[in-house]
């Protein structure tokens, strides 16, 4: 093993230890005063919102977006890429599946974001594209820079390892949780993966009821 694969191998390591802490204590917190088959589901509800960053991306419209100003409805951001082999299309496609077994009623309040954890290669375009496949209702969100996106990733607790690009076909470690932002703009909790669908279908028409 390299000093490089080292490198990467701990802080994989170090990332999923620190989720795995945070996770635990979020889900004994919410055991106490949170209905169980939200929990079985993979919904955690953090104790407390938190804001997201002020950063500015672009959608797979070609139009700006500020992070910490999706209100209206609830959020689930997916951390991702239009390139990835296995996660990203499996994840999409059951998101798509689960979205069409909702009530018409829950559908209205909820959106699905895909954030792109490969900004030098997902333009606008391509995350348009991409997500075509699945629904066209998903939106699509890619930065700047590398230093943006990680600001937003650290805000909702969702880790991913920043690629070798100069590597021909390189691939991005990246989470499979979702986050869950409310219709206030505010991170509310995550899903965790891997997802089940039927137990989601039941259990997020529940979330979407809150303020």
Same mark, same amino acid.
């Given at each position: 093993?390299?000093?490089?694969?080292?490198?990467?191998?701990?802080? &994989?390591? &170090?990332?999923?230890?620190?989720?795995?802490?945070?996770? @635990?204590?979020?889900?004994?917190?919410?055991?106490?005063?949170?209905?169980?088959?939200?929990?079985?589901?993979?919904? /955690?509800?953090?104790?407390?919102?938190?804001?997201?960053?002020?950063?500015?991306?672009?959608?797979? @419209?070609?139009? +700006?977006?500020?992070?910490?100003?999706?209100?209206?409805?609830?959020?689930?951001?997916?951390?991702?890429?239009?390139?990835?082999?296995? /996660?990203?299309?499996?994840?999409? +496609?059951?998101?798509?599946?689960?979205?069409?077994?909702?009530?018409?009623?829950?559908?209205?309040?909820?959106?699905?974001?895909?954030?792109?954890?490969?900004?030098?290669?997902?333009?606008?375009?391509?995350?348009?594209?991409?997500?075509?496949?699945?629904?066209?209702?998903?939106?699509?969100?890619? +930065?700047?820079?590398?230093?943006?996106?990680?600001? &937003?990733?650290?805000?909702?607790?969702?880790?991913? /390892?920043?690629?070798?690009?100069?590597?021909? @076909?390189?691939?991005?470690?990246?989470?499979?949780?979702?986050?869950?932002?409310?219709?206030?703009?505010?991170?509310?909790?995550? /899903?965790?993966?891997?997802?089940?669908?039927?137990?989601?279908?039941?259990?997020?028409?529940?979330?979407?009821?809150?303020?």
């Amino acid at each position: 093993m390299t000093r490089i694969q080292k490198t990467v191998f701990m802080l &994989v390591a &170090v990332v999923a230890l620190i989720v795995g802490l945070t996770v @635990n204590k979020v889900i004994h917190n919410q055991r106490q005063g949170e209905p169980t088959a939200m929990i079985d589901a993979g919904i /955690i509800l953090l104790p407390q919102s938190r804001s997201l960053p002020g950063v500015k991306m672009t959608d797979q @419209n070609g139009q +700006a977006v500020q992070v910490d100003e999706f209100k209206g409805k609830w959020s689930l951001l997916f951390f991702g890429y239009t390139f990835c082999p296995d /996660i990203c299309p499996t994840t999409l +496609a059951q998101l798509r599946q689960i979205k069409s077994e909702l009530p018409k009623d829950a559908l209205g309040q909820l959106q699905v974001i895909l954030v792109s954890v490969d900004p030098n290669r997902d333009t606008p375009q391509q995350l348009k594209q991409y997500l075509g496949y699945f629904d066209p209702d998903f939106r699509g969100l890619t +930065a700047g820079s590398i230093d943006d996106l990680q600001k &937003v990733a650290n805000a909702l607790s969702i880790p991913f /390892i920043p690629a070798d690009t100069s590597k021909p @076909n390189y691939t991005v470690d990246h989470s499979g949780n979702l986050a869950i932002v409310g219709p206030d703009g505010t991170q509310r909790g995550f /899903i965790r993966a891997p997802l089940n669908n039927q137990k989601l279908v039941a259990q997020l028409p529940e979330l979407l009821k809150r303020q």
